[in-house]
């Protein structure tokens, strides 16, 4: 190894073949052989690793003074002061400037792609949860849409049965009313109101209310009415009379039950206010034609009985009553043909599907032939009975024999 003062004279040493070669800072090196003409110098690649740029030559043995340099080099290192006198008067080479530059795009370009990266990883997360909320989304508005549809349906039914409810009460003349606490002022439906022949709304109080009632039944309204109230026993009175606001007589029918809440305590007490005149007057005229029609059926001279299916007497005009006796509740199989069940020749049957049956028989109880005639009647209820009329063929008729 050989030593030199300066770079200089190392690289004329090199130059003139004293030396093989020699360490020296790249640019510098580069530098001082363009400035002193040393053409036939090269410098050789790839630069030394771990190579120290600066350093100290302390003679061998000067520990003091190798201590001293290593304590003032680590104190200049650690606050930076040996980087910025660096930065400041030695230039990087070209290798340090492109690793730096290195360096710098590869951390530029990895913060790109972990940016990206995340940025992508953000977005697909988001566009899932995105997904998700709008199927949550889109499956609550479906059910909250039918649940709409749904409750606009009932309402619909609802209404179209308040309106048959409505009509249904218009036609049969039904109304109804509600009384809450303090008992004073109910609260009454259309038909109500037209019923009692007032203006719709303004429904009287709860004594005016039974002041419709004829006097012969306010006292038994006003202690139903009370009992409901304080007990909660119902009531259900038929054929009362009544007189309108325009003083119409009319017959109604009250019913009442009270309200309880779920600790059983009354709440409140409502029912139902009929007009029942048109019946009360169809009832008239069907006992008007009804005692019509017996007096002529007991002015016949001919027997007449009605019997129902079950072999019970329904009627027996005096004619054959006189002829036969009174019936006291029996059957028809006992009363004529003084037997325990019915006859094997009955023609109830027949007559009961609806045929007309033209016989003649004879009886041991009054030794006389009979011409009978037998058809089907229908009675109020829908039910048939046997209308039989006996003519006497021994005499002509029974009044030849009073």
Not at 44 to 67: H, N, S, T
Not at 227 to 251: H, K, M, N, S, Y
Not at 390 to 402: E, Q, T
Request: hydrophobic share 40%; charged share 25%; aromatic share 8%.
């Amino acid at each position: 190894m050989v030593t030199t003062e300066t770079l200089e004279a190392a690289l004329r040493h090199l130059a003139a073949g004293k030396a093989d070669a020699m360490v020296v800072e790249k640019l510098a090196g580069e530098t001082l052989i363009r400035s002193l003409g040393l053409t036939q110098l090269e410098t050789i690649y790839p630069p030394l690793k771990d190579f120290q740029a600066f350093c100290f030559a302390v003679r061998k043995g000067d520990r003091e003074l190798l201590a001293h340099l290593n304590e003032g080099l680590a104190l200049v290192i650690a606050d930076g002061t040996l980087e910025r006198l660096r930065e400041k008067w030695i230039a990087p080479t070209p290798g340090e400037r492109q690793a730096r530059l290195y360096h710098i795009l590869v951390g530029a370009l990895s913060t790109l792609l972990l940016a990206g990266l995340v940025a992508y990883l953000w977005q697909r997360t988001l566009r899932t949860q995105v997904r998700a909320r709008t199927v949550e989304l889109s499956a609550a508005i479906a059910q909250k849409d039918e649940e709409i549809r749904r409750r606009q349906q009932a309402e619909k039914r609802l209404k179209e049965s308040q309106d048959l409810l409505e009509m249904a009460g218009q036609m049969a003349r039904v109304g109804g009313w509600k009384l809450k606490p303090p008992w004073q002022q109910p609260e009454w439906s259309d038909v109500t109101y037209d019923i009692h022949e007032l203006p719709r709304g303004t429904p009287p109080t709860v004594e005016e209310a039974i002041s419709f009632y004829a006097p012969e039944s306010i006292e038994r309204i006003r202690a139903v009415v009370a009992a409901c109230i304080q007990e909660g026993v119902p009531f259900d009175e038929d054929e009362l009379q009544f007189v309108t606001a325009r003083g119409l007589r009319i017959w109604v029918h009250a019913m009442g039950q009270a309200i309880r809440d779920a600790q059983g305590a009354i709440t409140a007490i409502q029912g139902a206010f009929l007009d029942i005149t048109t019946r009360k007057q169809a009832q008239y005229e069907l006992k008007r034609e009804r005692d019509n029609f017996l007096r002529v059926l007991n002015a016949i001279t001919d027997g007449i009985y009605v019997v129902n299916r079950h072999h019970d007497i329904e009627y027996i005009n005096p004619t054959l009553e006189h002829e036969f006796g009174t019936v006291d509740g029996r059957k028809c199989y006992v009363y004529f043909h003084d037997r325990s069940e019915p006859c094997p020749w009955c023609k109830n049957d027949e007559v009961l599907k609806g045929n007309t049956v033209r016989w003649e028989w004879y009886s041991n109880k009054t030794g006389k032939t009979y011409d009978l005639l037998d058809t089907p009647i229908k009675n109020p209820d829908g039910s048939l009975s046997k209308f039989e009329i006996f003519h006497d063929l021994d005499f002509g008729h029974f009044s030849d024999k009073y």
